[in-house]
């Protein structure tokens, strides 16, 4: 099956600073990425959506400015969280549709637990 | 309303039962219905696509009623490994934007 990887999968900052998020589609091209966050016991809130080479639409209430996506290539978009805040520790996760498998099924990658202090 | 709604859950069950979770939605539009299992801590994993004329793999059954506009995911013979999040995933009007419920909760006990 299509395997997405993330990277970082742990990290702590200090709050104020920033943090980039890599995913990554490993054997498959990846028209579309999807940012996800989950606080525990919840469901996932889809953060934004990206597609390559263009700008990502932001869902409402996502500051786009302090979660700045990237999707530069079919293999790789990038979160950066800008100026993170206590309140930003969270699991990021995102997931990636493609050419492989059946259309439109996501896979998602390890996720990355971010906690800011 | 929710795009998406399941119950919550727990639903707590011994080994070797039946259990079956419903999801509805609310866009009847959708095309695209999805199971995922999530495991503590983990990311969403594809448990199995749901297609219009139902579906089976193994143990699992999912079936999509789009008069009623809601899946379900039955699970025969439970197993202990079986215990986790059951995430019902449906896409909306852009086939690009995928909606999760806010996932059920299942316990399977020896």
């Known amino acids: 099956g299509a395997v997405v990887s993330q990277h970082p999968s742990r990290v702590i900052c200090k709050s104020g600073t920033s943090v980039k998020i890599e995913c990554r589609s490993l054997d498959f091209q990846a028209t579309t990425m999807f940012w996800y966050r989950q606080f525990p016991k919840k469901s996932l809130m889809l953060m934004a959506t990206s597609n390559e080479g263009s700008k990502a639409t932001y869902e409402q209430g996502v500051e786009k400015d302090k979660f700045l996506i990237n999707h530069a290539s079919l293999t790789l978009s990038t979160l950066t969280v800008t100026s993170a805040h206590p309140e930003d520790s969270s699991f990021y996760i995102c997931?990636?549709?493609?050419?492989?498998?059946?259309?439109?099924?996501?896979?998602f990658g390890p996720g990355t637990r971010l906690t800011v202090t | 309303r929710k795009e998406v709604e399941q119950d919550p859950g727990p639903f707590n069950v011994p080994e070797g039962a039946t259990v079956a979770f419903n999801c509805t939605y609310s866009n009847s539009a959708s095309q695209s219905f999805f199971w995922y299992r999530q495991d503590c801590r983990k990311e969403p994993k594809l448990l199995m696509s749901v297609y219009s004329s139902g579906n089976e793999d193994g143990r699992f059954t999912a079936q999509l009623n789009r008069a009623s506009q809601y899946i379900s995911l039955l699970i025969r013979d439970s197993k202990l490994s079986d215990s986790a999040t059951y995430l019902c995933v449906v896409n909306g009007d852009n086939f690009n934007k995928f909606y999760f419920g806010s996932g059920t909760k299942l316990n399977v006990k020896p």
């Open positions: 997931s990636a549709t493609g050419t492989s498998g059946r259309v439109n099924e996501q896979y």
